[in-house]
């Protein structure tokens, strides 16, 4: 997915394309300081970020007045701008508190990441012997 923005003019279709995956979803409002102060850094953090990391960034302006957002887990769950949080399938699984250095914020992104596991890579290079043996007879 890379980086998906929701805006008020997108939100149903927004919703239904992040429902149905893990992400870090940044809920913004572009005329609050303290998101003002927060988007440089959280610029410079996509581009440390593991690039497999599905981020979402939701403009927040008119939030409550949408019904599809408000009902959403990110609309109950918006406590202030800026929130950062990670969801899994549409629901919030933890909320970032914590400092707000482009690392820090990298560390918390890269946990939406699941991690490769080693049998499925063995069972892949297997998949591809046997490819091979099978082309050379």
């Given at each position: 997915?890379?980086?998906?923005?929701i805006e008020?003019?997108?939100?149903?279709?927004?919703?239904?394309?992040?429902?149905?995956?893990?992400?870090?979803?940044?809920?913004?409002?572009?005329?609050?300081?303290?998101?003002?102060?927060?988007?440089?850094?959280?610029?410079?953090?996509?581009?440390?970020?593991?690039?497999?990391?599905?981020?979402?960034?939701?403009?927040?302006?008119?939030?409550?007045?949408?019904?599809?957002?408000?009902?959403?887990?990110?609309?109950?769950?918006?406590?202030?701008?800026?929130?950062?949080?990670?969801?899994?399938?549409?629901?919030?699984?933890?909320?970032?508190?914590?400092?707000?250095?482009?690392?820090?914020?990298?560390?918390?992104?890269?946990?939406?990441?699941?991690?490769?596991?080693?049998?499925?890579?063995?069972?892949?290079?297997?998949?591809?012997?046997?490819?091979?043996?099978?082309?050379?007879?």
């Open positions: 997915m890379g980086v998906e923005k008020p003019g997108n939100y149903k279709e927004g919703l239904r394309r992040i429902r149905n995956t893990r992400c870090v979803v940044l809920v913004f409002h572009p005329q609050c300081g303290h998101c003002v102060e927060l988007f440089p850094k959280w610029q410079a953090m996509k581009q440390i970020a593991n690039p497999n990391a599905n981020i979402v960034e939701v403009n927040g302006s008119d939030m409550h007045s949408s019904r599809e957002m408000s009902a959403s887990a990110i609309g109950r769950g918006t406590e202030g701008f800026p929130s950062v949080m990670l969801m899994d399938k549409g629901k919030i699984i933890s909320r970032y508190n914590g400092e707000r250095s482009p690392e820090k914020l990298a560390e918390f992104v890269n946990q939406s990441v699941p991690a490769r596991s080693k049998s499925r890579t063995r069972s892949k290079a297997r998949r591809g012997k046997t490819k091979k043996l099978r082309r050379r007879k």
